[in-house]
Nanobody, 112 residues
Framework: QVQLVESGGGLVQPGGSLRLSCAASGFTLTYSVMNWVRQAPGKGLEWVAEISSGGGRTRYADSVKGRFTISRDNAKNTLFLQMNNLKPEDTAVYYC?????RGKGTLVTVSS
């Protein structure tokens, strides 16, 4: 049974940093394409970042390029999203996703 559990969200001031984690179980992270998506209040889902299986190629939405970094720890079967220079418009619930599976999300609020 695929399970994804996100953590690491919270309240941060503009310009600050957070590191989100996604603990995966029921499958091997190494062999999966993984994504982070987010949903801002009152808006639809927005794709944020992707990491490929095996080779670890990454790609990012233009809105986060240069500020966010997706990575994974294969030994711990865990996905990460390092978020730097956060902006108020990054406020959202962040989800890790594998195909059609998503966790329950973690809330990131960027506010002074």
């Amino acid at each position: 049974q695929v399970q994804l559990v996100e953590s690491g969200g919270g309240l941060v001031q503009p310009g600050g940093s957070l590191r989100l984690s996604c603990a995966a179980s029921g499958f091997t992270l190494t062999y999966s394409v993984m994504n982070w998506v987010r949903q801002a209040p009152g808006k639809g889902l927005e794709w944020v970042a992707e990491i490929s299986s095996g080779g670890g190629r990454t790609r990012y939405a233009d809105s986060v390029k240069g500020r966010f970094t997706i990575s994974r720890d294969n030994a711990k079967n865990t996905l990460f999203l390092q978020m730097n220079n956060l902006k108020p418009e990054d406020t959202a619930v962040y989800y890790c996703a594998r195909a059609t599976n998503r966790g329950k999300g973690t809330l990131v609020t960027v506010s002074s």
